[in-house]
């Protein structure tokens, strides 16, 4: 008897799991090389981010020249790991106290297509009035996440208009230059990010 070649309805579901778990090795591996928290550890991620900001004007080094930078990238209806994530930054900003004022907090989006200036604008103001956040072209976004080294992709089965996106959750703590200071893993507590600033920028 000839053997029943596998059906379109059993084969897409395998592939779709392949890719899903593709893309978890691939966050897996990034969050093996980021969460090494020297700075040797992490060569060469960061850089300038020439984006837009939500007020819909174009971002580039010397936007933030002069102050050290808590970068975190993720979208606005990410339904639970970015707003904490933000609101730990937001927490820990407070801790610093009249320090603060050297440091700019960044929300950069990996889901341009939604995040418009607008969207951005009411989303960051939710998280106090330090908070910037950063939208682009696709082509933008996809060199500001391959230059920190960001894992992002569409969640599998996801429809047009209301999906959700997988991605790394880290916390970089920038130079005055643009150039990695450390990475703060998802679930730190604002004091211990808060510690962690005061150490590496000498407050």
């Given at each position: 008897m000839a053997s029943r070649r596998p059906t379109a309805h059993l084969i897409l579901p395998r592939v779709i799991f392949a890719l899903f778990g593709l893309?978890?090795?691939?966050a897996i591996v990034t969050a093996w090389k980021l969460t090494d928290r020297s700075v040797g550890g992490a060569g060469g991620v960061?850089?300038?981010?020439?984006?837009?900001?939500?007020?819909?004007?174009?971002?580039d080094e010397a936007s933030f020249k002069g102050r050290w930078r808590l970068v975190y990238f993720g979208y606005t209806f990410c339904p639970d790991v970015c707003p904490?994530?933000?609101?730990?930054?937001?927490?820990a900003m407070d801790e610093l106290g009249p320090k603060a004022e050297q440091v700019q907090p960044i929300f950069v989006t990996i889901d341009p297509a939604r995040d418009t200036p607008e969207k951005l604008k009411n989303y960051v103001g939710l998280f106090g009035h330090r908070l910037v956040g950063l939208t682009?072209?696709?082509a933008?976004?996809?060199?500001?996440t391959r230059a920190y080294r960001v894992y992002y992709a569409k969640s599998p089965g996801a429809d047009a208009d209301s999906y959700l996106m997988d991605h790394s959750s880290f916390i970089y703590l920038m130079k005055p230059d643009a150039t990695l200071a450390t990475v703060f893993p998802a679930g730190t507590p604002s004091d211990a990010l808060a510690k962690g600033i005061r150490e590496a920028a000498g407050f």
């Open positions: 893309g978890l090795l691939v960061g850089g300038e981010l020439r984006l837009v900001d939500q007020d819909g004007r174009p971002t904490t994530e933000l609101q730990t930054m937001t927490d682009g072209s696709t933008q976004i996809q060199a500001a």
